[in-house]
C-alpha cells in the first residue's frame, strides 16, 4: 500500500513537471518573437512530442473530462495545498498546462493563496485579463465552499475590477465562506498586491439537492 502510494506520487510528480513544461512552452510561444526557421523547428519538436503522446489519449470518460480528483488513487485534497482537489482545473490544476501556478491553502475557515501570473494571462497593458481573474475567484471561493465540507456550483459570480492586477508579481489570494442558508451557500474573496485590494468578489453557489433537502 506504502508502495502504491510512492508509486501513484511519483508519477503525479512526473505529470506535473511535464504540465509545468508544457506552461512554459505557452509563455515562450506567447512572448517570443523568434525567426522563421526556429519556428519551423520548434513546430517538429512540438509534431514529435504530440505523436508520442496520442496513442495514450483518454477521451470522454471520467478524469479526462473533469476537474476534480475523485476517481484518481493517490491524488486526494491536501489543507497546506487545495488544488490537489482539482489536478485537471484549468484555473489551478498542476495536471493542466493551461492553469497559472496557483498555491491555496487553508488558515482556519478561511482560504489564503498566492498566484504570479506570466504574460500569457495578460488582458489590459501589464495587466491580467479580467475573464482570468473571474476564473481564479471561481476557484478560490469554490475552495472556501469545499474547507466548509459544503461543495456547490456557480450560481451567480459578482466581480468588482477595482484596479489593475500586475502581470509578473505575486497576488495574495483569500476567501471564506460567509453563511449557509439551505443549499445556497455565500462566499466572499479579495485579490491584493503589496497588501492593497486589485478586485474583489461575491458569489453564490448552489449545493446539488439530496434526498435530504426533499
Ligand atoms: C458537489 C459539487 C462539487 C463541486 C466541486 C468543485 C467544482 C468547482 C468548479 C468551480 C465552480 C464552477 O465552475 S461550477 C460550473 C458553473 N456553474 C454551473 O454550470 C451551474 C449551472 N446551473 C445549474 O446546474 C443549476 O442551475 C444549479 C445546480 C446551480 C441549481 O439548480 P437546482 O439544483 O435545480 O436548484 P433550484 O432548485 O433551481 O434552486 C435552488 C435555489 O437556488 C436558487 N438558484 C438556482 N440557481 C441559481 C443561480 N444561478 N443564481 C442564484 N440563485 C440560484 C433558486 O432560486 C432556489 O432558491 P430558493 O427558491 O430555494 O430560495
Not at 505557452?26 to 518573437?33: D, E, N
Not at 451567480?156 to 489593475?164: A, E
Not at 443549499?183 to 479579495?190: N, S
Request: charged share 20%; glycine share 8%.
Amino acid at each position: 500500500m506504502e508502495f502504491q502510494q510512492e508509486e501513484a506520487a511519483k508519477d503525479r510528480d512526473l505529470v506535473e513537471a511535464v504540465n509545468r513544461e508544457a506552461g512554459e512552452l505557452i509563455r515562450l510561444l506567447r512572448c517570443s518573437q523568434a525567426p522563421d526557421q526556429v519556428l519551423a523547428t520548434a513546430t517538429e519538436h512540438i509534431q514529435a512530442a504530440m505523436k508520442s503522446l496520442a496513442p495514450y489519449l483518454r477521451q470522454g470518460e471520467g478524469w479526462s473530462t473533469i476537474s476534480i480528483a475523485s476517481d484518481t488513487p493517490g491524488l486526494g485534497w491536501l489543507e497546506d495545498d487545495l488544488t490537489r482537489c482539482m489536478p485537471y482545473s484549468p484555473v489551478s490544476g498542476t495536471c493542466n498546462p493551461v492553469a497559472p501556478p496557483i498555491r491555496m491553502w487553508r488558515d482556519g475557515d478561511e482560504v489564503r493563496g498566492e498566484v504570479v501570473f506570466s504574460p500569457t494571462y495578460a488582458g489590459p497593458p501589464n495587466s491580467v485579463h479580467g475573464g482570468i481573474i473571474a476564473a481564479v475567484f471561481d476557484e478560490l471561493l469554490s475552495m472556501a465552499n469545499v474547507i466548509s465540507g459544503n461543495a456547490g456550483f456557480t450560481g451567480t459570480l459578482s466581480i468588482r475590477y477595482q484596479r489593475h492586477t500586475p502581470l509578473d508579481r505575486p497576488i495574495e489570494l483569500w476567501a471564506v465562506n460567509e453563511r449557509t442558508s439551505g443549499r445556497k451557500l455565500f462566499c466572499r474573496g479579495e485579490m491584493r498586491v503589496d497588501g492593497q485590494v486589485t478586485a474583489s468578489a461575491e458569489g453564490l453557489f448552489i449545493r446539488p439537492a439530496t434526498q435530504m433537502d426533499s
